[in-house]
T-cell receptor, first 114, second 108 residues
Framework: GAGVSQSPSNKVTEKGKDVELRCDPISGHTALYWYRQSLGQGLEFLIYFQGNSAPDKSGLPSDRFSAERTGGSVSTLTIQRTQQEDSAVYLC????????????FGPGTRLTVL | EDQVTQSPEALRLQEGESSSLNCSYTVSGLRGLFWYRQDPGKGPEFLFTLYSAGEEKEKERLKATLTKKESFLHITAPKPEDSATYLCAVLRKYALNFGKGTSLLVTP
């Protein structure tokens, strides 16, 4: 009965470095989502996976951001050449089948770019 | 374009003092309206989903209602442990479009 897990919980990096954020969805959930929560900005959608495919990447802010999902389970969000404006909490969510069902969120990864 | 506006931004209540939070939305074809609770340093925790006008759902001291233009989260006789940020979101194709939330503080 484990929920969505994310690692690391906190990541501090220097401007220009690459970072990888990991998400383990709820077992059996085929849909996976990444969101970003910045101070004063609220939660914004980044990308949606159905299985290993990403039919909606519309929220990725730039080509420095990419994500993949393997085995219909674990997902990795990669940010290349990090900038200070990338500092935020990155949240992952999963849902059973990606229709109108409930999205369950993980605890997030707090990314700080110095 | 879909818009979700929550009010008030912040609300302070005395323990036992009932109130309502508002979520106004504009969306072409509502596929679902979601309420979440978020505690500091944690991810959003699912509370309710509403799909059609007139629908109501309850859980403990919380009751969510839905009209064609807005949703209300009614909090009856709140306790300090109800202090949190409450987020409203509408489902847009695959993604949730969130409002900025209402920060609720309930004092003893």
């Amino acid at each position: 009965g484990a929920g969505v897990s994310q690692s690391p919980s906190n990541k501090v990096t220097e401007k220009g470095k690459d970072v990888e954020l990991r998400c383990d969805p709820i077992s059996g959930h085929t849909a996976l989502y990444w969101y970003r929560q910045s101070l004063g900005q609220g939660l914004e959608f980044l990308i949606y996976f159905q299985g290993n495919s990403a039919p909606d990447k519309s929220g990725l802010p730039s080509d420095r951001f990419s994500a993949e999902r393997t085995g219909g389970s674990v997902s990795t969000l990669t940010i290349q050449r990090t900038q200070q404006e990338d500092s935020a909490v990155y949240l992952c969510a999963s849902s059973l089948d990606g229709s109108t069902d409930t999205q369950y969120f993980g605890p997030g990864t707090r990314l700080t770019v110095l | 374009e879909d818009q979700v506006t929550q009010s008030p931004e912040a609300l302070r209540l005395q323990e036992g003092e009932s109130s309502s939070l508002n979520c106004s939305y504009t969306v072409s074809g509502l596929r679902g309206l979601f309420w979440y609770r978020q505690d500091p340093g944690k991810g959003p925790e699912f509370l309710f989903t509403l799909y059609s006008a007139g629908e109501e759902k309850e859980k403990e001291r919380l009751k969510a209602t839905l009209t064609k233009k807005e949703s209300f989260l009614h909090i009856t006789a709140p306790k300090p442990e109800d202090s949190a940020t409450y987020l409203c979101a509408v489902l847009r194709k695959y993604a949730l479009n969130f409002g900025k939330g209402t920060s609720l503080l309930v004092t003893p």
